[in-house]
Antibody, heavy 117, light 112 residues
Framework: EVQLVESGGGLVKPGGSLRLSCAAS????????MNWVRQAPGKGLEWVSS????????YYADSVKGRFTISRDNAKNSLYLQMNSLRAEDTAVYYCASSLELWLNYWGQGTLVTVSS | QSALTQPASVSGSPGQSITISCTGTSSDVGGYNYVSWYQQHPGKAPKLMIYDVSNRPSGVSNRFSGSKSGNTASLTISGLQAEDEADYYCSSYTSSSTLLYVFGTGTKVTVL
């Protein structure tokens, strides 16, 4: 069974940092691109960042470029999102999702990040 | 780069068919056959329902179908059931220099 389990969310003050993790199992993690997608409370989905299977290609939404860093460790079947200089507008549930081609086939249950003083 | 445009809500009675539209531009929906659709129940993660415009992943009911014409993609749910009540989001690959994927604004489907 495919599982993606996010962790690392929580309450952080504006300007602070958090590191999200996503543990994958049940599929060949190293063959898939991985993605972070977020959803602000009561709002729609927003793509945040993607990383190719070998980390050769990395993409970011303009809204997080320069502040967030995506990375992965294929030996540990894990995906990460380092979030710095956090803002109130970064408050959201963060989902990790896998992609073999240009669609998101498996999703985790999400982890909530709240940025507030 | 703006989100793809979807109707805020669509409703139908059990057994009926409904269609959700998703309008973009030639830089996303109209330019590529990489439109996907996701179903999201309250408090749950999104679930892939359609990929590459009209393909269903294994395990997704054949009551769900997708199509595209020009810059507008559509998701049709036939034989509407109570369990179909959820939010639905379209998504497309985009050639925008600032995005890889763009999502739709989301549509709340209500089963009357």
């Amino acid at each position: 069974e495919v599982q993606l389990v996010e962790s690392g969310g929580g309450l952080v003050k504006p300007g602070g940092s958090l590191r999200l993790s996503c543990a994958a199992s049940g599929f060949t993690f190293s063959s898939y691109s991985m993605n972070w997608v977020r959803q602000a409370p009561g709002k729609g989905l927003e793509w945040v960042s993607s990383i190719s299977s070998s980390s050769s290609y990395i993409y970011y939404a303009d809204s997080v470029k320069g502040r967030f860093t995506i990375s992965r460790d294929n030996a540990k079947n894990s995906l990460y999102l380092q979030m710095n200089s956090l803002r109130a507008e970064d408050t959201a549930v963060y989902y990790c999702a896998s992609s073999l081609e240009l669609w998101l086939n498996y999703w985790g249950q999400g982890t909530l990040v709240t940025v507030s003083s | 780069q703006s989100a793809l445009t979807q109707p805020a809500s669509v409703s139908g009675s059990p057994g009926q068919s409904i269609t959700i539209s998703c309008t973009g531009t030639s830089s996303d929906v109209g330019g590529y056959n990489y439109v996907s659709w996701y179903q999201q129940h309250p408090g749950k993660a999104p679930k892939l329902m359609i990929y590459d415009v009209s393909n269903r992943p294994s395990g997704v009911s054949n009551r769900f179908s997708g199509s595209k014409s020009g810059n507008t993609a559509s998701l049709t749910i036939s034989g509407l059931q109570a369990e179909d009540e959820a939010d639905y989001y379209c998504s497309s690959y985009t050639s925008s220099s600032t995005l890889l994927y763009v999502f739709g604004t989301g549509t709340k489907v209500t089963v009357l």
